[in-house]
């Protein structure tokens, strides 16, 4: 099972390293999210006090390799009434499109992976955050490297 490793940074110094795992396995490639998808969670941003974005990816390895400089965001996601959480970590496209890469934690990631509906429900839980913006608290996480005026 490939693993991709971020580090967090935030502005008060904190450092935290997560793992994620390739999210590949579950769709056959990776999954292609629209570039509507990010316009909708946009609006949600503006609209709920749940959602928040932050700049705190530092570094981001897999198989010892770095892919820091590519356009990340880290969908860091907690389900108010089932107490779960869930990471979804996606690479934005150049069409502004983006890519399921990994997910996590753990238990999400080996709970998908013995589901025949993992596909649908990952599907499901990225739909919803935009849908049901009350079930949820989310922080869309960002690399430091983007200056304001990005």
Known sequence: MK???ISLKTDDN????????DAKRYFDGYLKIKRTYFNSLLKTIKTSKNYKVIKAIDKIKSDDQEWTLNPWILLIIKDNEKEKSFWFLIKRE????GLLVAIGPKEFSDYNYNNSESKREIMRIINYIIAYMNKFNCMVVLPIYINKNS
């Open 14 to 21: 904190i450092h935290k390293k997560i793992e994620l795992f």
């Open 94 to 97: 150049k069409d502004l499109s």
């Open 3 to 5: 693993k991709w490793e």
